[in-house]
């Protein structure tokens, strides 16, 4: 039996980063896929692209990635690119958007967000049919397994059976019609949708790092024994805010918010 890490979304934040690197290596754990956003929102997103790049042995492309990473972004633009330069930027801009293996006689795909745009959302807890996200929402979960020409595949391809994504930093598990859907959260900027209340003393359960562990006979197609666990780890929240309040990015206190609260808003 082997053990696979899956982490998403640590978005510049590299205290919490280096604490989920920390609790794998501890556990054994050599095999770590990283689904994307690795930078904007914290201040250390070329420690995080190095350290991702130093650690993991996949790592996909997300939305911020693509946004900051395009070649025509003139300097000052965003301040995460200013940030990673351009042999960084070169880096994230030609990362994979989806990669696929098979655990335990199970195909797993994994992508971003989904299989037809890096900011697709599904979010099976969470709505957002009124709101700015409406028109990029994922309402049928078999949404997710199609084969699409983003992910370079045809009808021709088989479907897999297990996805796992990132992108709304919230983690969940559940099966649909035989399928089953895993999202590891996000360790830089956890988030808990429905936290509003940022005096509520029970966010504090919600601000930890996460990802998941996948446990099964990796690369085998006959079908055995399979896993899933999630993981919070707690990390130096302080130490990031403080990162953050030295920097001269703009949205800064907007970030130290999300980062001791757990919250969207």
Known sequence: ????????????NITALNAVLDDIRKRGISNIYCLGDSVTKCVNPDLVIDT????????LKGNCDEVIARPDIQPGRFWSRDKIGEE???FLRNLPISYEFYLSGYLIRLFHASPFALDYIFNPMF?????AYSEREIISPLKLFENTKLIGKTANDPIPDIVGYGHIH????????????FNPGSVGIPIEMENKDFDDPTNKFSTLASYMILEGELDSKELSSISFSLVRIKYDIQKEIEYLQKSD????????????????V
């Open 1 to 12: 039996m082997e053990r696979i890490a899956v982490l998403s979304d640590v978005h510049g």
């Open 52 to 59: 991702l790049r130093a650690n993991c042995k996949v790592i």
């Open 88 to 90: 960084r930027a070169n």
């Open 127 to 131: 709505a957002n049919r009124e709101n």
């Open 170 to 181: 919230t983690p969940n598990l559940f099966r649909f019609k035989n399928k089953t859907i």
């Open 249 to 264: 990015m703009a949205n800064k206190d907007e970030i130290i918010t999300n980062l001791l609260t757990a919250t969207n």
